[in-house]
Nanobody, 117 residues
Framework: HVQLVDPGGCLVQPGGSLGLSCAAS????????MDWHRQVPGKQRDLVAR???????NYADSVAGRFTISGDNAKNTLYLQMNSLKPDDTAVYYC???????????WGQGTPVTVSS
């Protein structure tokens, strides 16, 4: 049973930077996109950034210019560099791999990020 593993929560001051990482516990094949989502209590989970197998990236308007997504399909790893963090970035961040074969979706367990002074 392959799982996505990401490290524990972090507290960062406004204006600070933080890097998130995510790695599969086993080998995942046929990945066509990897992305980060975030969710705050009582709200839906939103897409933050995506990178495709063709290395195309796209970002939510709220993070464009501040966050950078990168990843390695072959190594089943995903990263998110977050700069100029704001209190509104406070959320649980989830990594996600989308594949062409079952089970089609792999989710990390979530990493709480708190931006506060």
């Amino acid at each position: 049973h392959v799982q996505l593993v990401d490290p524990g929560g972090c507290l960062v001051q406004p204006g600070g930077s933080l890097g998130l990482s995510c790695a599969a516990s086993g080998n995942i094949l046929s990945i066509y996109a990897m992305d980060w989502h975030r969710q705050v209590p009582g709200k839906q989970r939103d897409l933050v950034a995506r990178i495709t197998s063709g290395r195309q990236t796209n970002y939510a308007d709220s993070v464009a210019g501040r966050f950078t997504i990168s990843g390695d399909n072959a190594k089943n790893t995903l990263y998110l560099q977050m700069n100029s963090l704001k209190p509104d970035d406070t959320a649980v961040y989830y990594c996600h791999f989308a594949t062409l074969t079952s089970p089609f979706h792999y989710w990390g367990q979530g990493t709480p990020v708190t931006v506060s002074s």
